[in-house]
């Protein structure tokens, strides 16, 4: 079945394939991250671009806790920044540190601006 607001593909990363589902709504984006064939739920965080009397975007993060709950809020940030409106994701792939962080970030670049 094919629905033209959900889109899938994969990164290619150091720690191997990383799945993304991408489901677009009206008023927002969520994306869902694997390292497994099935998608499951994991650290997540969501975030409101820049806006009127914001510089930088907001987010909270739930289902996760210490550096991981900062790592999956940049994510989020960055992502919302970037499409513009209301971003959640949801990434069930292992422990997220910084340079893991980046790497998920420069690929979802890629993908997302492209």
Request: charged share 20%; hydrophobic share 40%; proline share 4%.
């Amino acid at each position: 079945m094919e629905f033209s607001d959900i889109r899938q593909f994969e990164l290619d990363t150091s720690r191997g394939k990383v799945r993304v589902r991408v489901m677009e709504f009206e008023n927002g984006q969520l994306f869902l991250l694997s390292d497994s064939e099935k998608f499951r739920l994991g650290l997540t965080a969501i975030a409101i671009p820049p806006g009127q009397g914001r510089a930088e975007p907001t987010s909270t993060g739930f289902l996760s806790a210490g550096i991981d709950s900062a790592h999956i809020r940049t994510i989020a940030e960055r992502v919302s920044s970037w499409v513009g409106q209301t971003c959640m994701i949801v990434a069930a792939v292992g422990t997220i540190d910084q340079p893991y962080m980046l790497e998920l970030l420069t690929s979802l670049k890629e993908h997302i601006l492209s």
